[in-house]
């Protein structure tokens, strides 16, 4: 984090990302100053209605954030950013994208939890856009223009008003991370209660465990003895009513229709109260770790590792046996995952794996079969692209192998 105090005083020159947050309610002009060098502007958690055509002169910006501002209306002035990639102007006020707005090098565009009911067609002759976030919003339709985008890989159009199915996403050839629950198109009126209901006071939370865009993951322990689960347990409270990836009841909902999966987080009991909703899972042993990190901005939609991380051939083919019967048995109960990552999966020693996080996945059984068969097939990419991503750190010593070159059959 810096200072405005910084930037005025010069003792910010040369820097190549600057974060401000400090309630500003216009555009600090200084900022142009770090022209020749600046890359990433995180202007995020301010008072900011509008940006000046003068941002232009930043040539080498690549990113911007502004999140949780006031912005009515997408600046036009972002479309004349020459070297412009990621605009992420999440949880605004935003109305209106005009056609000037989107930057002609546009990777990766995130307007979740804003108040937009259309998009422009420009949006469909954006062909380097990989990642596409809409959740949140209150779009009845998308562009047709849309199947021009054959390089998008991620998209996210949960909790929006769109009454039909939007083909011209399901055609597209790299799409493989599709979230579109909350939608009037994918409503179920099904209520599932494959675990039991118990109240929130039932237990006592202790520490943090984990937590991502749609709730926090605590230890927990029964207050009262009880014979009907296990001493120790893992619970998920559920953040607010929207997430950047959709609504959690319906996060919940999709998870208790998987059901049990030996290579599944399993579901024990669930809370639905009026001011809480929360699952219920078994706690996972301390040795599982992470098996991959989160995509970074250079990567965009695929996994990270650490440096130097490395997997033998044997592990890995263990790892993926494992993920497809996993991906055989979401797709048997029509839930479509939509984060098939490395990062949203734990594995031991032994290779054993754990999936979870069902913040994107969406319940398809509405759908009619060719747009069922579809999503499958979108899914089935995201499973191909984690075979690549763990075949990237495969033992240098064993990409002779022929488990090795199986996989690499099995994704070509």
């Given at each position: 984090?810096?200072?405005?105090?910084?930037?005025?005083?010069?003792?910010?020159?040369?820097?190549?990302?600057?974060?401000?947050?400090?309630?500003?309610?216009?555009?600090?002009?200084?900022?142009?100053?770090?022209?020749?060098?600046?890359?990433?502007?995180?202007?995020?958690?301010?008072?900011?209605?509008?940006?000046?055509?003068?941002?232009?002169?930043?040539?080498?910006?690549?990113?911007?954030?502004?999140?949780?501002?006031?912005?009515?209306?997408?600046?036009?002035?972002?479309?004349?950013?020459?070297?412009?990639?990621?605009?992420?102007?999440?949880?605004?006020?935003?109305?209106?994208?005009?056609?000037?707005?989107?930057?002609?090098?546009?990777?990766?565009?995130?307007?979740?939890?804003?108040?937009?009911?259309?998009?422009?067609?420009?949006?469909?002759?954006?062909?380097?856009?990989?990642?596409?976030?809409?959740?949140?919003?209150?779009?009845?339709?998308?562009?047709?223009?849309?199947?021009?985008?054959?390089?998008?890989?991620?998209?996210?159009?949960?909790?929006?008003?769109?009454?039909?199915?939007?083909?011209?996403?399901?055609?597209?050839?790299?799409?493989?991370?599709?979230?579109?629950?909350?939608?009037?198109?994918?409503?179920?009126?099904?209520?599932?209660q494959s675990v039991p209901v118990v109240p929130f006071s039932s237990f006592s939370l202790q520490n943090v465990l984990g937590q991502g865009?749609?709730?926090?993951?605590?230890?927990?322990?029964?207050?009262?003895?009880?014979?009907?689960?296990?001493?120790?347990?893992?619970?998920?409270?559920?953040?607010?009513?929207?997430?950047?990836?959709?609504?959690?009841?319906?996060?919940?909902?999709?998870?208790?229709?998987?059901?049990?999966?030996?290579?599944?987080?399993?579901?024990?009991?669930?809370?639905?109260?009026?001011?809480?909703?929360?699952?219920?899972?078994?706690?996972?042993?301390?040795?599982?770790?992470?098996?991959?990190?989160?995509?970074?901005?250079?990567?965009?939609?695929?996994?990270?590792?650490?440096?130097?991380?490395?997997?033998?051939?044997?592990?890995?083919?263990?790892?993926?046996?494992?993920?497809?019967?996993?991906?055989?048995?979401?797709?048997?109960?029509?839930?479509?995952?939509?984060?098939?990552?490395?990062?949203?999966?734990?594995?031991?020693?032994?290779?054993?794996?754990?999936?979870?996080?069902?913040?994107?996945?969406?319940?398809?059984?509405?759908?009619?079969?060719?747009?069922?068969?579809?999503?499958?097939?979108?899914?089935?990419?995201?499973?191909?692209?984690?075979?690549?991503?763990?075949?990237?750190?495969?033992?240098?010593?064993?990409?002779?192998?022929?488990?090795?070159?199986?996989?690499?059959?099995?994704?070509?």
């Open positions: 984090m810096h200072t405005l105090a910084q930037l005025k005083s010069g003792q910010l020159t040369g820097i190549s990302r600057l974060t401000l947050s400090e309630n500003l309610t216009s555009f600090p002009t200084e900022i142009l100053s770090l022209a020749d060098t600046l890359e990433i502007l995180d202007l995020s958690n301010n008072q900011l209605s509008a940006l000046p055509n003068s941002l232009k002169q930043l040539k080498k910006m690549k990113i911007i954030f502004a999140s949780n501002n006031h912005f009515e209306t997408l600046p036009e002035s972002l479309g004349q950013c020459e070297s412009l990639e990621m605009v992420g102007f999440k949880s605004n006020k935003i109305k209106h994208v005009p056609d000037e707005s989107l930057p002609a090098k546009l990777r990766w565009l995130i307007l979740t939890d804003n108040q937009l009911t259309r998009l422009p067609d420009t949006l469909g002759e954006r062909p380097r856009l990989q990642k596409l976030a809409l959740a949140g919003n209150q779009l009845t339709q998308l562009p047709a223009n849309l199947t021009q985008l054959t390089n998008l890989e991620l998209v996210r159009i949960s909790a929006n008003q769109l009454t039909e199915c939007p083909d011209q996403l399901l055609v597209l050839p790299k799409l493989a991370w599709l979230a579109f629950s909350g939608n009037p198109f994918s409503c179920s009126d099904i209520d599932i865009a749609s709730g926090v993951i605590s230890k927990a322990v029964w207050n009262t003895a009880t014979d009907a689960f296990p001493d120790e347990i893992a619970v998920k409270v559920f953040k607010g009513e929207l997430t950047s990836d959709g609504y959690p009841e319906d996060e919940l909902q999709a998870c208790l229709k998987v059901g049990d999966h030996a290579s599944l987080v399993k579901s024990l009991a669930q809370v639905n109260e009026q001011d809480c909703l929360a699952l219920v899972m078994q706690l996972i042993p301390e040795h599982y770790n992470n098996l991959g990190l989160p995509p970074d901005f250079d990567t965009c939609t695929r996994d990270t590792f650490k440096v130097g991380f490395t997997l033998p051939i044997e592990q890995i083919s263990k790892v993926v046996k494992q993920m497809q019967s996993v991906f055989a048995h979401l797709h048997e109960n029509q839930v479509s995952h939509g984060d098939l990552y490395a990062h949203n999966t734990l594995f031991d020693q032994d290779a054993n794996i754990i999936f979870g996080d069902f913040g994107a996945a969406t319940m398809y059984h509405m759908l009619n079969e060719t747009q069922q068969a579809q999503v499958q097939q979108i899914e089935h990419r995201a499973l191909n692209y984690f075979i690549e991503d763990l075949l990237s750190v495969c033992a240098e010593e064993d990409k002779t192998s022929d488990e090795y070159q199986t996989l690499v059959e099995r994704i070509n």
